[in-house]
């Protein structure tokens, strides 16, 4: 099954005093890279080595969904716009795949290659942009167009899906906003939830926060204050 409780494990009183929070193990059949929670907390998702995503109840730890990516899965969290929750994941080859947990399929409804590995993503709590890190130091924030309607058999499978699926219903990717934080390699980040503020920290042990207000309009980017005092 792949879940084990703890009445499943051979403990002592001592250890399993320790692990009084502990309630389910999931498996995920290779080395774990990512793992998200959806915004009620009743799912969980997890992806890594094997290039499989999956998503567990948190209240019963079964398996509700199962993805397959294109190369191994660094990163995933939850997309949930109100037409629709999905599970974006980054993998190592550099796309980013949204996968429908409506969906009658495993394929992803939409992919965007951004050619360099996605290490870290966060997204603003409407589901509708998301970050990921980018070359030298570079972040990228993206609009996340979720599909009109729900997602019938011959419109689920990803770019180029179904004949008979007008591509404006389809789920799409697109970049919106380049930020050049210059941090070295970009280890992690944080959107904040309305999509504006943007923390970015990496290899040279400088915290910046980036507002993102006026950039989607042309107006630029701006860094709040000193991002040496964050450091």
């Not at 890594?48 to 209240?59: D, E, L, Q």
């Not at 996968?99 to 870290?120: E, I």
Request: overall charge negative; aromatic content about 6%.
């Amino acid at each position: 099954m792949g879940i084990e409780t703890l009445a499943d494990i051979d403990m002592g009183e001592d250890q399993a005093s320790a692990f009084a929070c502990e309630k389910l193990q999931m498996s995920a059949g290779d080395a774990v890279i990512a793992v998200s929670f959806n915004r009620a907390g009743t799912l969980l998702a997890l992806g890594g080595a094997n290039r499989i995503a999956k998503v567990f109840s948190t209240v019963s730890g079964e398996e509700k969904h199962h993805f397959n990516a294109s190369a191994s899965i660094n990163a995933a969290i939850f997309l949930e716009p109100a037409q629709g929750a999905f599970l974006l994941v980054g993998t190592f080859a550099g796309t980013i795949e949204a996968h429908a947990l409506n969906a009658p399929t495993g394929k992803p409804q939409a992919v965007y290659s951004q050619d360099y590995m996605v290490m870290c993503m966060s997204a603003s709590a409407d589901g509708l942009s998301f970050v990921t890190n980018g070359q030298q130091g570079h972040v990228v924030k993206y609009r996340f167009a979720p599909a009109i309607g729900p997602l019938s058999g011959t419109q689920a499978g990803g770019c180029g899906g179904g004949e008979s699926a007008s591509a404006s219903r389809l789920p799409h990717i697109e970049p919106l906003v380049r930020v050049p934080a210059d941090t070295g390699i970009v280890n992690g980040l944080a959107l904040d939830a309305l999509g504006f503020l943007l923390a970015v920290g990496g290899d040279d042990k400088i915290v910046q926060l980036w507002s993102l207000i006026d950039a989607e309009s042309g107006a630029g980017l701006s860094l709040v204050g000193d991002p040496r005092v964050l450091a």
